[in-house]
């Protein structure tokens, strides 16, 4: 069972919670804690075994936390997501093949596209492919049937898969902290509409990408992961695209991973990873 | 303060740590632990701030632990360090410009060399340096003296900074978990005399360091850090060990901050590093 | 085009080489030349634009080569390619998934495994999957099965995506420097039967791939292309070789793409890569 | 000798250049070349053996190169270079130590430094040091100062080597291309005033370093070499900033490296490295 704790900071803690533990006769076999200093957070996450409900667990730690806390108390099941596409495919064979295989710990439950290039790929693996193009419509409405579509499937997690569509702040707050987006952002880092063709014009020896939080603002939530590989002079603008997008299904699925494994907070604008 | 425990792992132990520590009203700033499951070992550190002298809480905390721990309450002192040295000289530069500028907080009282030629460099920056050659010598009779020369600075560690000689067993069993190596392991990692010509000749595309704890053999102590380099065809074996050399002085400084900073604990052969 | 000459070195070679292509009225676009000293090999490969018959262009390029000479001229048409796997299924996605999308530039025309587990995969993309399994069977038996359904295909390309069976000599020899392995090797490079659990006892900071042509010695041909990654002592072995499957996965297939695009020559038992 | 053209490209140039070469029975023991498709630039760096005049050599190449090239012919003489700092002293003590054993194939004759706090060490290896404080200067008496004291040196090469001061237009206009400055830019680039204070509000998980060359925009010039680190949640911005020191002087070191070499072209505002 995975123990996640998000409270305000205050001496003592760790002793009043493992003695919860303790008394409950469950065995710590992972914990790590984080004092997050600027806004006093205390962070915890700790993996015990033994014989517990879940719900005995929860109100017995409730007993001992600061009022100001949020707490998580995770068996295991699995959560369900939903993966949204445009026409590039390396992000979401990356995850199929992981999913398909049993090495991504969650329920797949559908992908939605605004395009249908990855209707047929998606198919072949029995998972419900929703084509929705945003042609001819407002932006509202495009975002209303893409919300409606997710509703219906009530997901814990939305994964912006190089979706290339820019999603309102209406939009994106239906899910704080909940939809992860991964962006080709390079060193320095470029903005605007082609950043591979930036980057090829001034000429920068390292490209990589940033997988993160979708918050208000759909390109500068907290970042959960980041890899960068290293280029040179000989690549045109699309070589390097294709050399970045390695980096960036790696850096998706591996940020994913976390999440999926509780392992990351969100406090303030950045995570805390353990 | 630092605290690091080593003991058997029990249930309850972190909740009885804790408890000593909020009752004698420290503030727990830093905590990481980990249990080692094979040699079912329970590893400990955490920085505490408040009032309190170590040697009360030495007590205190050793009377809550089980038999067999081994305990250190460190407040910070800086620790004695000895380098070894041949005629190579990028691992004693990186180790004296930042122990020179307040970067290494360690307190360097010696540098031996079995050659002369990093003296002049050494005595720029008022550090003794010891030369003692092997010439015309058994092994015995060098090692003799280099232990007598390290002794009289009872020094808590040595680094070899690519000492360049083969130590024997009496030699090193000296100073367990205490002397720091520097090698230049390649991937595939090659033995002998001479392993730059070695990964030349196969032809490898990644070169690397390996810091470690010298225990009885001289090469396959616990590992505390690695890192690696691209490198290609063009690169004779000259040109091989000389990007080698950046790599092996940041790979032996950087281990060198995790000792110092009591980061490092030693498991049967390998390292956990907090 | 691109032309891929190995031959004795001679001063003014590249004088004469581009001699015929400006006689020719070729343009050139892309030109790497390396000389590899200890066997005195002239390695050259050129892309030209213009006009011109491939086997004209051949002729007249040998018309000025020294006699021990290797001489390629290519089209750029699409290379027959086999995969053989046994049950892990990540490098055969990785392969696949680009495939499928474009992105290999090669003809997959076949898998052969000597297990099931990746048959309901394979055949999803229209790709037949031969099971050959090994068992009840010699050696000689099973290697002579795996050649007769290799040869109905006349494969340029062998690709040992996770091939887990050893083959013999007779097998290997049949396609020199024609099959590509891919090999978990660490830092330092652990062999035999569980690398990762070796890896682990040892404590590594770094776990690591290598893809290599295979020639007699399985393990031991030209090294292609190499990459890593950081670990550390809280990965299990079966955490680490997990973290490892995405190296290898990409190593692979960087290896492979690099092998595609002409760009390595073998010279005795190492790689040049352009 | 090294030759250094960048021209026009034009059909058959390699042909041309060769063969001046093989009139003049000089052996090609290195050989690269780019096409600049861009600006229709033809790039080329060769190394050639034999016994020959650099004069006449140069006389013979200018006779077959278009009108609007340009031509180095160097047969290896050390380049002039002036070291300016402030109060940080990591690439200072890289750079020096580099050069005191030989490492770094340059005549460095003089560091300025705008603070005292570099004096001391740079005078122990009997390079002399210019204290030119810009305290109740205007930029323009201060920058009238540098450019005296640089002057005396004429400097092929000037590294601003965590020179913190902002250069004006005038300043660095006096040498293009030949000015290479370190800067702590990250990932997403950070500008301003703490760039390691808006890396840890914002979270990221990697920062690096990018050598160039300093044209009229200080920050902006054509990139030569950049690394990065990994980095996490639990490092304050000063422990960023320690971590950003090994990194920025090896990217520094390396840059100076290949610009030495001549192995960097300026080619508008990216380089080509050979």
Chains 1, 2, 3, 4 share one sequence.
């Not at 760790?14 to 806004?39: D, Y």
């Not at 939009?171 to 470029?190: D, E, G, K, V, W």
């Not at 960068?228 to 997008?245: N, R, W």
């Amino acid at each position: 069972m995975i123990i996640i704790i998000d409270c305000e900071d205050q001496k003592g803690l760790i002793h009043k919670i493992t003695g919860v533990l303790a008394g409950l006769n469950l065995n710590i076999t992972e914990n790590r804690e984080f004092v997050e200093k600027q806004r006093n957070r205390f962070l915890m996450r700790t993996v015990v075994e033994g014989d517990i409900d879940a719900a005995v667990l929860r109100a017995a730690l409730e007993a001992v936390l600061p009022a100001d806390h949020s707490l998580l108390v995770s068996n295991g099941e699995l959560k369900k997501m939903v993966i949204m596409v445009t026409k590039e495919e390396h992000c979401l064979t990356e995850l199929i093949s992981k999913y398909y295989f049993g090495n991504l710990k969650v329920n797949l439950v559908a992908v939605i596209g605004n395009h249908q290039h990855l209707k047929a790929y998606t198919e072949k693996f029995n998972i419900p492919y929703h084509f929705i193009s945003h042609e001819d419509k407002s932006r509202e409405t495009h975002e209303a049937e893409l919300l409606d579509c997710l509703k219906q499937y009530n997901p814990d997690y939305i994964v912006l898969a190089k979706f290339m569509r820019i999603l309102s702040e209406e939009f994106t707050s239906q899910y704080p902290s909940r939809m992860i987006n991964i962006h080709h952002s390079f060193l320095p880092a470029f903005k605007g509409a082609n950043p591979y063709r930036q980057a090829y014009e001034r000429g920068v020896k390292i490209i990589g990408a940033t997988a993160h939080f979708v918050n208000q603002d759909l390109d500068e939530g907290p970042i959960i992961h980041q890899e960068v590989i290293p280029v040179d002079h000989s690549l045109s603008p699309m070589e390097m695209a294709a050399a970045g997008k390695d980096v960036e299904k790696l850096v998706l699925a591996k940020a994913l991973q976390l999440v999926l494994e509780q392992k990351v907070y969100v406090s303030a604008n950045k995570t805390v990873i353990f």
